[in-house]
C-alpha cells in the first residue's frame, strides 16, 4: 500500500510530507541549493518531533513556517 504524500516547492527549499498513519506526519525538508545552507543535506521532523497538524496542508505550513523562522532568505 503506497503512504499518501504531498509536496510543496519554493524558491530555497523542496517540503515533503508523508502520512505514515492517521495523525502521524513526516516531513522532509531539501534545501534547493545545499551549498548556499547550513542544512545541507536537509533534515526530516515527525510527529514526535514537534509537527502539528491535522491535514496535509496544515503541515506544509507549519512546516513551511519551520523553515522559514530558522533559515531566512
Do not use: K, Q
Not at 1 to 20: Q, W, Y
Not at 28 to 41: G, K, Q
Not at 46 to 53: E, I, L
Amino acid at each position: 500500500m503506497a503512504v499518501p504524500e504531498r509536496s510543496r516547492e519554493l524558491g530555497d527549499v523542496t517540503i515533503r510530507v508523508r502520512d505514515l498513519r492517521p495523525g502521524f506526519f513526516e516531513v522532509t525538508l531539501r534545501p534547493t541549493s545545499p551549498e548556499a545552507r547550513v542544512a545541507r543535506n536537509g533534515y526530516t521532523l515527525d510527529t514526535a518531533r514537534g509537527v502539528r497538524g491535522r491535514s496535509f496542508a496544515a503541515v506544509l505550513d507549519r512546516a513551511e513556517a519551520h523553515w522559514r523562522l530558522n533559515y531566512p532568505s
